[in-house]
C-alpha cells in the first residue's frame, strides 16, 4: 500500500539546535503523495523568490500546516507543562532559523534512507 494512504504513519523530526536535549522537542510529519510534495516544492520556490519575511512567513506556514501532524516535548517555560499541538503555533513557537530547518526537514521527511528503502521494497511477485 502506497504510504501516503496509510493512517498514522509519521515522520519524527528534530531541529538542528534540539538534538540532544532532554526532553527532546520533536516535530511529526505526515507521509506526503507526490502531489502534496510538488506542492511544498512550489512553496518553497515562493519563498526563494520572496520579497521580504512575511512572504517568507505565509508560505511557510503554508507547507509546515499541512505537512506537520503533531509535536512532543515542547514544553511552555513558564508553566512546565506540554504545549498542545496546534499547527497555527508553529510560527508564534519557532525563530526564522528553526522554521526553515524543519521546511527543509519537512521537505526530505518522506524520503527514506538508503537502508530503509531496501526494507519496505515491495516483495517479488
Known amino acids: 500500500m502506497p504510504r501516503s494512504l496509510e493512517p498514522g504513519i509519521r515522520y ?3 531541529l538542528a539546535g534540539d538534538e540532544g536535549k532532554s526532553p527532546c522537542p520533536t516535530f511529526f510529519a505526515k507521509s506526503l503523495s507526490v502531489r502534496e510534495q510538488r506542492n511544498i516544492i512550489d512553496s518553497v520556490g515562493r ?5 521580504g519575511q512575511g512572504d517568507v512567513f505565509v508560505e511557510a506556514a503554508r507547507i509546515l500546516g499541512n ?4 509535536w512532543e516535548g515542547m514544553i511552555d517555560p513558564h508553566t512546565g507543562e506540554d504545549i498542545a499541538f496546534d499547527a497555527d503555533r508553529l510560527i508564534d513557537l519557532l525563530a526564522i532559523d528553526e522554521l526553515m530547518d524543519l521546511v527543509n526537514k519537512v521537505t526530505n521527511a518522506g ?6 528503502r531496501k526494507k519496505s521494497e515491495s516483495p517479488p511477485c
Open 47 to 51: 519563498i526563494a523568490e520572496a520579497k
Open 111 to 116: 524520503v527514506l534512507a538508503r537502508g530503509d
Open 12 to 14: 519524527p523530526i528534530v
Open 67 to 70: 505537512a506537520i501532524v503533531g
